[in-house]
């Protein structure tokens, strides 16, 4: 059987594929290997930027197989053997070191729309729906997306969204903040990674600062985040690359990043 998550990595970018087709379902093994994939690139030098996607036109990701439910609703099991492995993965997506981008066609539904709001950014193309439909079933978003859906979007849509489970279109995610850019059917991937390979090729160790830098203003106060931001500007000014982007300034030329 081939691998339901596929990896190559090219100019800097590595290109992560959902491959479960026809829906991308997440199913238990695809989500261990997600997470035992992301722990290699987060180590790997050579992938500087993540772009997340899936295989097939129909769907990003369509949630999770339904049909592995029947095992998991006696007391204490479904937490055991899939939500605690789950958020594990989609964790690791969310607090993946360097940028990361989602290319979305299709379908994002339940837990494939739980996965992709774990990427820094959203690309989607102009004919997707976008959906948390798990109340349909009886139960609610329980992946992360309570949290990170509603950081995007706000409280109001955010509940509009789990409490009806009705899907939104392109233009509307992007009017709500949900999605970075909408572009034509069948361009999410390319527009993703010409943006990937753009960011390739900025200063790594001051995109993983800024990263964090951000990130920090969920997770702590203001005065707390700030004073921490201050930690982060004191290692990336000391880095070769601010000398190089300093110098090329100067020089009216384009800046020759170390890529460290």
């Known amino acids: 059987m081939s691998e339901p998550v596929h990896c190559t990595i090219e100019d800097g970018v590595a290109t992560v594929t959902l491959a479960n087709p026809p829906l991308n379902l997440v199913t238990l093994g695809l989500t261990a290997r997600l997470d035992a994939l992301l722990d290699e690139l987060a180590a790997d030098s050579k992938a500087r930027v993540l772009v997340l996607t899936g295989t097939g036109e129909r769907a990003f990701c369509a949630g999770s197989d339904i049909s592995e439910f029947s095992d998991l609703t006696e007391p204490g099991v479904v937490l055991e ?5 789950e958020n594990q993965a989609y964790s690791k997506v969310d607090d993946f070191p360097k940028p990361t981008i989602a290319a979305v066609r299709g379908l994002a539904f339940g837990g494939g729309l739980e996965l992709a709001v ?7 193309e102009e004919n997707v729906r976008l959906a948390l ?12 997306g309570t949290v990170r859906v509603t950081r995007r979007i706000g409280e109001g849509r955010a509940k ?8 939104i279109d392109a233009q509307t995610a992007l009017a709500w903040g949900l999605v970075n850019r909408v572009v034509p059917k069948g361009e999410a991937l390319a527009a993703a990674q010409a943006l990937a390979r753009q960011l390739a090729e900025r200063p790594n160790r001051a995109l993983q600062a800024c990263k964090r830098a951000v990130d920090m203003s969920f997770d702590m106060s203001e005065d707390e985040a700030i004073q921490e931001t ?10 070769e690359d601010c000398k190089e982007g300093v110098r090329a300034f100067f020089a009216k030329e384009a800046p020759r990043f170390t890529h460290k």
């Open 118 to 124: 774990c990427c820094d950014i959203i690309v989607v």
């Open 81 to 85: 053997k899939k939500l605690n492995k």
């Open 160 to 167: 509009e969204m789990m409490f009806t489970g009705e899907p």
């Open 133 to 144: 439909p798990e109340i349909k079933l009886g139960v609610f978003p329980g992946s992360g």
């Open 230 to 239: 201050l930690a982060l500007s004191e290692e990336v000014f000391t880095t």
